[in-house]
């Protein structure tokens, strides 16, 4: 494990594997560096993975109150440890981050994004008004298993008669450790999740070469907006991993990443 400091103070932790460029994966909601390890060892072979615990998670630490903008100072701060400029890959709510972190002129040559969960039509309800203070409500009250229960059944849409075995899990435990960063995510998706496509607009001039992937097996709300993201950015490719949902296999999904940046090299 190493570490950066951000410019607030903030310990970063993150692992550092492979060689050649650098590319650093941004993590969704729920997850810490420990997530993207498998996919960290298949794109390794060819590039300089660093794989991070965002604030709040795992070994990094956290310094209130909580802004976006502390988050796209943790990732320029990877990125200067990384050599001054890096690919980044960014999954589900980390996609999101990453954009806006490019957005903010943060020097990524180029991008990778899965799957970020706008939703951008009435494929799916929109989010309720108060989804993120009543996230936020939840963990800062000690109910972090309810926080993890809300965002699954009314973010991601997991069924209610799920919630109850998922509670016995052996992962439930580390999702709830991880509750009090669930509106963080929220925060980070902004007002992307209420069911229009004008949000999006604001990456309509984005600068770095984007790859917008999504899984063929995952429901048609994601699939749509990825597809309206590629729409939108300016200099984007699409691509769809048939068989794949949100949680693609790294086995599929590295030589994709690997392919995008390495390409032309």
């Given at each position: 494990m190493e570490t950066v400091q951000s410019a607030d103070g903030t310990t970063i932790?993150?692992?550092?594997?492979?060689?050649?460029?650098?590319?650093?994966?941004?993590?969704?909601?729920?997850?810490?560096?420990s997530a993207a390890a498998n996919l960290a060892s298949h794109v390794g072979r060819d590039l300089t993975v660093i794989a991070f615990d965002r604030r709040g998670r795992g070994d990094s630490t956290d310094t209130p109150p909580y802004e976006v903008e502390r988050e796209i100072e943790d990732l320029d701060a990877l990125i200067r440890a990384a050599g001054g400029s890096?690919?980044?890959?960014?999954?589900?709510?980390?996609?999101?981050?990453?954009?806006?972190s490019?957005?903010?002129?943060?020097?990524?040559?180029?991008?990778?994004?899965?799957?970020?969960p706008f939703i951008v039509d009435d494929t799916r309800e929109p989010l309720p008004g108060d989804y993120v203070p009543h996230l936020a409500e939840l963990a800062?009250?000690?109910?972090?298993?309810?926080?993890?229960?809300?965002?699954?059944?009314?973010?991601?849409?997991?069924?209610?008669?799920?919630?109850?075995?998922?509670?016995?899990?052996p992962m439930w435990p580390g999702m709830e450790a991880l509750a009090h960063t669930l509106a963080y995510d929220g925060r980070v998706m902004g007002d992307a999740m209420a069911g229009s496509r004008a949000p999006l607009q604001r990456w309509a001039t984005l600068a770095p070469p984007t790859l917008v992937l999504d899984g063929g097996a995952s429901p048609s709300w994601m699939r749509n907006a990825a597809r309206t993201l590629a729409e939108t950015l300016p200099d984007a490719a699409y691509q769809t991993l048939e068989g794949q949902d949100h949680g693609p296999a790294s086995s599929v999904l590295a030589p994709v990443l690997l392919e995008f940046f390495t390409r032309d090299r």
């Open positions: 932790a993150f692992d550092r594997v492979g060689s050649g460029p650098a590319v650093i994966l941004v993590g969704g909601a729920l997850s810490d560096r890096a690919f980044v890959f960014g999954h589900s709510s980390g996609a999101v981050l990453a954009l806006r490019a957005e903010a002129g943060l020097p990524i040559s180029r991008l990778a994004v899965y799957e970020p800062a009250t000690g109910r972090r298993g309810d926080a993890v229960e809300y965002f699954m059944t009314v973010g991601v849409g997991v069924p209610a008669e799920m919630i109850a075995q998922m509670r016995h899990a």
